[in-house]
């Protein structure tokens, strides 16, 4: 089994409402990537400092199924967007 988990910073101009949309966006991918097992996204509470936005923790078969996730054109039209709302998104990959 592999876990995929991605945290989020929003830039500054990102809007509670956008990343609301993005958060959806990324809710909607299991309907249309049947490489994904479990996908769970959440928008951070925390007013800690060291607080990211948003975090995002899903589990595939094998790493070729992560790869095809990566790759699915409905994956990639949601990365846009991340690439304009996010500062940046640090992830971490492993094999459970």
């Keep these: 089994m592999i876990v995929h988990i991605v945290f989020f910073k929003a830039k500054e101009t990102t809007t509670k409402k956008e990343l609301q949309s993005l958060k959806e966006e990324l809710e909607s991918l299991p309907k249309e990537i ?25 589990k595939f078969h094998t790493k070729e199924d992560l790869k095809a996730y990566a790759n699915h054109p409905a994956h990639l039209q949601v990365k846009e967007k991340i690439e304009k709302l996010c500062e940046f998104t640090q992830v971490v990959d492993y094999e459970i």
Aim: glycine share 4%; proline share 4%; aromatic share 16%.
């Design 34 to 58: 049947k490489e994904i097992t479990f996908y769970e996204v959440g928008l951070n509470f925390s007013s800690s400092p060291r607080a990211l936005d948003m975090a995002l923790y899903s």
